[in-house]
C-alpha cells in the first residue's frame, strides 16, 4: 500500500485545486475533475510568457495539446516558431504533429487547436524533432519549487523522457507551465523519478523562477506497466529486452 501514498497525495493535491478553481469561477469547463483546467485568463498568462526572453530567443517549441495552452500555441506560429504537439495518448509510431508556420493553410489559431492540428499536420517520429527550446506543459498544481501535477495519464512524463533519450532536450531546454494562481499551490506535491518539473511558472500576474527542478534522464521503465508499454509505439520500438 505505501508505494500508492504519492498517488494519493497527489489526487489529493488535485482535487484541492480543482475545487478551488470552480469554487472561484476560474475555468471555462463545466466540470474541471479529471481535466487540465482551462483556467480564464489563459490568454494573459500566454502575453506574460511571450514578453520573456526565454520565449523571444525560442525558434522550436514542443506543446501539450490542452484548451489551455491554445494561446501559446497559436502566439508560437503566430510569431513563426516551428510547434510539436503530441498525438493523442502517443498512440501512433510518429507520435507528434509538426506545426510549421511557412507551411500552415489555415490561420495559426485555427491550425494551433488540437482538431485543426490533427487534421492538417504531419506526423513525426522522434527522431525526426529538432532540439527543442521550450517545452510548454499543462498542469493541474504546480509549486514554486517546481514540482508538477498533471491529470495522472503520466504522457508529459513519458514524451519528455523520449525526447531526453532522443538528445532533444538539453540543458538549455526551458520547461514552461501556464496555470490560473490558484494552481499554484503551497501544499507540498510528492514526485516521483520520472515527474518532470518545470523550470518557469507563468500566471496572468505572475512569473515564477523555480530553482533545480527536476528533470528524469530518460524512460524509467520500471514506473511503467506492460499495457501501458504495448499502447504507445514509440516506447515499444525502444523497449529493452
Not at 475545487?19 to 487540465?36: F, P, Q, Y
Not at 500566454?46 to 526572453?53: G, S
Not at 495522472?152 to 523520449?162: K, P, Q, R, T, W
Request: glycine fraction near 4%.
Amino acid at each position: 500500500m505505501a508505494a500508492h501514498s504519492p498517488d494519493r497525495a497527489k489526487q489529493a493535491v488535485r482535487t484541492q485545486v480543482w475545487d478551488a478553481l470552480t469554487a472561484a469561477d476560474a475555468v471555462h469547463d463545466a466540470s474541471v475533475h479529471g481535466r487540465i483546467p482551462h483556467f480564464k485568463g489563459a490568454e494573459e498568462a500566454a502575453d506574460r510568457l511571450a514578453a520573456l526572453p526565454v520565449w523571444q530567443r525560442a525558434s522550436i517549441v514542443k506543446a501539450v495539446p490542452d484548451k489551455a495552452q491554445l494561446p501559446v500555441r497559436a502566439r508560437a506560429l503566430e510569431e513563426g516558431k516551428t510547434v510539436y504537439m503530441a498525438v493523442p495518448k502517443l498512440a501512433s509510431l510518429k507520435p507528434f504533429y509538426l506545426l510549421d508556420p511557412a507551411a500552415l493553410t489555415v490561420p495559426p489559431a485555427e491550425a494551433a487547436a488540437s482538431r485543426t492540428a490533427a487534421a492538417i499536420a504531419p506526423t513525426v517520429e522522434v527522431d525526426a524533432l529538432r532540439s527543442l527550446d521550450l517545452i510548454i506543459l499543462g498542469s493541474v498544481a504546480v509549486n514554486r519549487d517546481g514540482a508538477r501535477i498533471g491529470k495522472g495519464a503520466g504522457y508529459s512524463d513519458i514524451e519528455f523522457a523520449l525526447l531526453t533519450e532522443a538528445g532533444l532536450v538539453t540543458p538549455e531546454t526551458v520547461v514552461v507551465t501556464t496555470v490560473h494562481s490558484l494552481q499554484v499551490t503551497e501544499t507540498p506535491i510528492p514526485t516521483t523519478e520520472h515527474d518532470v518539473g518545470v523550470d518557469l511558472i507563468v500566471t496572468p500576474g505572475e512569473t515564477i523562477t523555480c530553482a533545480n527542478p527536476h528533470r528524469p534522464s530518460g524512460v524509467d521503465w520500471s514506473a511503467l506497466t506492460a499495457e501501458k508499454i504495448a499502447a504507445i509505439p514509440a516506447l515499444t520500438a525502444r523497449q529493452v529486452p
